[in-house]
């Protein structure tokens, strides 16, 4: 039982240390944020060897670095994000707000995050999602 117990938490230990260990690579930024309207500006970053393919799908790791603090006081959004790459669409399948950037800090649960498809176009105010859908999609 002991064991188990060290196991669970070795685990989620190595979960919280993502966003240090991970190797993050900006992918785009736009003017607004896209989770948090009211936040000024946005930088998207994904880790690329977190991207996982399943036939068109990809799942992959993303931080959103807020410009300013978003409306539940979140200064980034640690995001797994699904890419329908024949599609052309999103859904964020977990995030979770963090106090400071780079998803860094105390976690700030989030509300109002659905999973539904988002259809993406490269031109419109997902375009920044756009960008990282062909970043994660490419060969």
């Known amino acids: ?5 060290m196991r ?23 003017e607004r944020g896209f989770f948090s309207s009211a ?3 946005a930088t998207y970053y994904i880790d690329p060897s977190t991207i ?9 790791w993303e931080i959103h670095d807020l410009g300013d603090k978003g409306t539940q ?14 599609g052309k669409r999103m859904r964020t ?21 659905t ?5 993406l176009r490269p031109v419109s105010d997902h375009e920044v999602f756009f960008k990282l859908l062909d970043r994660v999609c490419a060969p």
């Open 8 to 30: 669970a938490l070795a685990l989620l230990l190595l979960l919280a240390a993502l966003p240090a260990r991970a190797e993050w690579v900006r992918v785009a930024s736009n």
């Open 73 to 86: 006081g979140e200064r980034s959004i640690l995001a797994s994000v699904e890419y329908d790459c024949a």
């Open 39 to 41: 936040s000024r500006g």
């Open 52 to 60: 996982t393919r399943d036939g068109n799908f990809r799942k992959v």
């Open 1 to 5: 039982m002991r064991v188990g117990t």
């Open 115 to 119: 999973d539904d498809w988002l259809p």
């Open 93 to 113: 399948l977990k995030a979770t707000g963090k106090s400071l950037r780079m998803a860094g800090g105390a976690i700030i649960p989030l509300r109002g995050i």
